[in-house]
C-alpha cells in the first residue's frame, strides 16, 4: 500500500478515521503466549546473526535470569565476561487503537504507540542501576503499513535511561492493564502479559543501537 494514502497529523501520527487499511481495534482476547513468544525468538536469533556478521559485536543469549535478551562483546575478547552493553527485543504486532479512550492522558496516538511490559521495564530500570552498562530496547514494529509503507517491519530503538525519564514524567498515564485471555495460560501457569507501559514512535530512534547497521 503506497504510504502517501496514509493521512499524516505529525511525525508518526496518521487519521486512523480515513486509513485505507485501518487496524481491528476489537480485542478478540486470543493472546496465545506461546506464538508471541516463538516470534519474539525468532527476531531475536535473526538479530544476534545480524550483529555478529558485522563484527564489531559478538552478540549471544542473555546468561542471567531477568536480564535482557542479550548480551554483547567486543568481538576480540567475547570469552573473557566482559559484557559490553545488552538489548532486549520486542516485537509489536499489535495496535493499540483505544489508547486515546483508555490512556486519555497519555500523550499518544495509535499509530505512533508501542508497548512494553510493565514489570520488564522497571527490572531493565534496576539492571542498568546494577550495571551501570548501555542498555537498549529495541522494537521490531509489523503489521502497522502508514508506518511501514512498503517494509515488512521496521526497528526502533531507545536507551533505558531516556525511557526511564518518560516513565517518570507520565508514570500510570500510560500503564494499561488488559483482560486475561485465551493463551495466556501455559502448563497451568499465566504467562501472558497483561500489564503494558506504552512510548511513542516519536520518543524513538530508528534503527539499531551502538551504531549497529540497519537490518533489513
Known sequence: MDNQLYEKLGKYHYNCETCPTRCDGKSKEQYLFENDSR???KYEQALIRHINRHNR?????????????LELYHPNNPDTGAVTGFIE???????FM???SSLPNGDLYASETVALNLSDLLRYFEVKNTTNLPLYIVWALLN????LGKSNFRL???????????????????RFRRKSG???????EHKGVVV?????????????????????
Not at 559485536?57 to 542471567?64: E, N, R
Not at 512510548?199 to 540497519?214: C, Q, R, V
Open 39 to 41: 516470534l519474539s525468538e
Open 57 to 69: 559485536y559478538f552478540a549471544q543469549k542473555s546468561t542471567t535470569s531477568g536480564y535482557p535478551d
Open 89 to 95: 527485543v520486542k516485537v509489536q504486532q499489535r495496535t
Open 98 to 100: 483505544s489508547v486515546r
Open 144 to 147: 502497522r503499513p502508514c508506518v
Open 156 to 174: 526502533f530503538y531507545q536507551e533505558i535511561d531516556v525511557l526511564q525519564v518518560i516513565y517518570d514524567k507520565y508514570l500510570n498515564k500510560r
Open 182 to 188: 485465551l493463551g495466556d495460560i501455559v502448563d497451568g
Open 196 to 216: 503494558n507501559y506504552h512510548f511513542s514512535l516519536a520518543e524513538l530512534i530508528p534503527g539499531l543501537p551502538f551504531d549497529l547497521p540497519e537490518a533489513g
